[in-house]
């Protein structure tokens, strides 16, 4: 299983930074801004903070806001770049030396923990995306990074070279089990009885993974693979 320390959370992050700099160093009051925006997409959203809010929970003067940043949506966008920026640099690459299953279960312990970690940041890059522009081509970005990991788990496994539009294809079908769930569980779509259906994150995506793997390999991993949704392996493929 991939190690937690590839999680990162991005209010840790920020948080390294402010404690790095000293109290007059710029650096460290765009992350307290930042930090503070970002604890208010978990509680309030984007659309309902205001200049005055962010500064309030950052504990400065809100004069000091624009000395660093010109407006909401330039620290949104500040803050949305950065982010996709550190998860693309951490984001596990392909193994060829690993199993198919394995490599799948892999790539989406990341994404799950690391949506479950920063959720309203997750939240937000799908809301804005949509009216945003400049965050438009954000999320398709990070979407082209996720689904050249996806190609390459599936081509390995297949042996077969997939067409470009197929594998866009695949990888928004495959890897929208994983988002609607986690949208079910940790944001906007909230389901009580689907997060208690799902124990943990951790059974969550071993039962995702499992199903993808049967739909595109037409067959079960490994059963050594497999621990708590082991039920699922009696399916006739």
């Known amino acids: 299983m991939l190690s937690d320390s590839f999680v990162i959370k991005y209010n840790d992050h920020l948080q390294v930074i402010i404690n790095k ?51 909401k949506e330039d620290i949104i966008f500040n803050i949305l770049s950065e982010y996709i920026k550190i998860q693309c640099q951490i984001m596990p690459g392909f193994d060829k030396g690993i199993d198919t299953y394995e490599a799948l279960h892999r790539f989406n312990i990341w994404f799950a923990k690391t949506f479950k970690e920063n959720s309203g940041i997750h939240r937000t890059l799908m809301q804005l995306s949509e009216t945003m522009p400049k965050i438009s081509l954000l999320w398709d970005d990070f979407l082209t990074d996720i689904t050249g990991c996806y190609r390459k788990i599936l081509e390995h496994g297949t042996k077969i070279k997939i067409d470009d539009k197929l594998v866009v294809m695949v990888t928004y079908s495959i890897g929208g089990m994983l988002d609607q769930a986690l949208y079910a569980i940790y944001a906007t779509h909230r389901s009580k009885n689907y997060e208690k259906a799902a124990i943990s994150v951790e059974h969550l995506v071993e039962t995702i993974t499992l199903l993808q793997y049967r739909s595109m390999m037409l ?4 059963p050594g693979y497999i621990s708590t949704s082991r039920e699922l392996l009696k399916l006739k493929s």
């Open 219 to 222: 067959k079960n991993p490994d």
């Open 21 to 71: 700099h000293g109290n007059r160093s710029p650096e460290k009051t765009r992350a307290q801004l930042k930090a503070a925006v970002v604890r208010l997409l978990d509680t309030i959203g984007y659309h309902n903070m205001r200049i005055s809010t962010i500064c309030r929970e950052a504990g400065l003067a809100k004069g000091t806001f624009y000395t660093r940043f010109l407006d």
